[in-house]
């Protein structure tokens, strides 16, 4: 498979490495490269299977539009753009592309948002009280992670409303995320914490390999079962 990565930052790298490892042909982009889209050209997006990108919620959309609109498929690990998501799936229906968007590429929070709703469920009339806190490098530029809200509306679908977030920016930490229920005698927490970006980059280049297969828009959560 010719994967395109877009993005070459330190998760951007590593979904290289990895998608290398599995076999794929590899070629990456960076944003003195890439800035405005410009090198995403029809001809220059026609040479690959998939493009993955983790870029910037700046970058990201413009990167959106000019491949979807070839009918290109691509696995989107950026997050900070979701408001924009409506006329994303919308350019991929039309064009009949492929968008497969999440905010965590790691199998392990995506058990972790299942549990989370189950625990909103069990809790939801028994006097608890749910806050969430999350933790990244000092570098990263959303605040909350989209993990962080995906995670409020695993709840929050249970409770009818959000929790709130607590979110860190500091040193180099991968990510960690932890929900909290406090009830009046006695407190639960669910927790996920990520040692390296080494499961995003892995579950963004499997997430890549299925959708080389597929075409229409899809949630990670929605189909990381059948990687």
């Not at 930052?9 to 960076?30: F, I, N, Q, R």
């Not at 944003?31 to 997006?45: D, I, M, Q, R, S």
């Not at 962080?148 to 709840?155: E, P």
Request: glycine letters at 10%.
């Amino acid at each position: 498979m010719r994967v395109l990565v877009l993005g070459h930052g330190k998760t951007g790298k590593l979904v290289a490495e990895v998608a290398a490892e599995h076999g794929h042909s590899v070629h990456v982009l960076d944003a003195k490269e890439n800035h405005n889209a410009a090198a995403l050209t029809p001809p220059f997006v026609a040479g690959f299977d998939v493009v993955i990108d983790f870029t910037t919620p700046e970058a990201v959309l413009q990167n959106m539009k000019a491949c979807l609109a070839t009918g290109a498929k691509m696995v989107i690990g950026t997050t900070g753009w979701y408001d924009k998501l409506d006329e994303m799936k919308g350019l991929a229906e039309r064009k009949g592309a492929g968008l497969l968007y999440g905010t965590n590429f790691s199998v392990g929070v995506q058990v972790m948002l299942q549990l989370a709703e189950a625990m909103g469920k069990a809790l939801k009339d028994a006097g608890y009280t749910f806050a969430i806190s999350e933790t990244h490098h000092a570098a990263k530029l959303d605040a909350p992670s989209g993990t962080a809200i995906s995670l409020a509306k695993a709840v929050g679908r249970v409770l009818d409303n959000d929790p709130p977030i607590t979110s860190k920016r500091e040193g180099d930490a991968a990510g960690l995320h932890v929900l909290t229920a406090t009830g009046p005698f006695d407190r639960i927490s669910l927790e996920h914490e990520a040692f390296s970006r080494r499961a995003f980059a892995e579950g963004a280049v499997q997430a890549a390999e299925w959708l080389s297969r597929k075409s229409g828009s899809f949630e990670f959560s929605e189909v990381f079962s059948e990687l």
